[in-house]
């Protein structure tokens, strides 16, 4: 079983930048699993934000949500276990817990219900 924790959130003005790190362990090793990034504002459900191909002919493919597309990068460093997402131009409206979670190969990569290990998520706050 893989834990995740998440990182680098914090306290930020609009139109800074942040990047969110999710570190894995246990478990089989990290790039087999696809990796996604989803984010829950207060009395909002949650959404999926980014995602990122496991090994295979889907490797380091990308996915992205409409609201952050130009604006978010995920990306993984197997060597360390980790997947970033690099959030940049920043807005009030991207307020929220970022969570990492990954997945054995999802069916729909968007959808939260499709990953099987979460971490326990990390604060982002945009100040306008």
């Known amino acids: 079983q893989v834990q995740l924790v998440e990182s680098g959130g914090g306290l930020v003005q609009a139109g800074d930048s942040l990047r969110l790190s999710c570190a894995a362990s246990g478990g089989r090793t990290f790039n087999t699993y696809v990796v996604g990034w989803f984010r829950q504002a207060p009395g909002k459900e949650r959404e999926f934000v980014a995602a990122i191909g496991r090994s295979g002919w889907t490797a380091n493919t990308t996915y992205y949500a409409d609201s952050v597309k130009g604006r978010v990068t995920i990306s993984r460093d197997n060597a360390k276990n980790t997947v970033y997402l690099q959030m940049n131009i920043l807005k009030a409206e991207d307020t929220a817990v970022y969570y990492c979670?990954?997945?054995?190969?999802?069916?729909?990569?968007?959808?939260?219900?499709?990953?099987?290990?979460w971490g326990q998520g990390t604060q982002v706050t945009v100040s306008s």
């Open positions: 979670a990954a997945a054995d190969g999802p069916k729909y990569l968007r959808r939260g219900e499709e990953y099987e290990y």
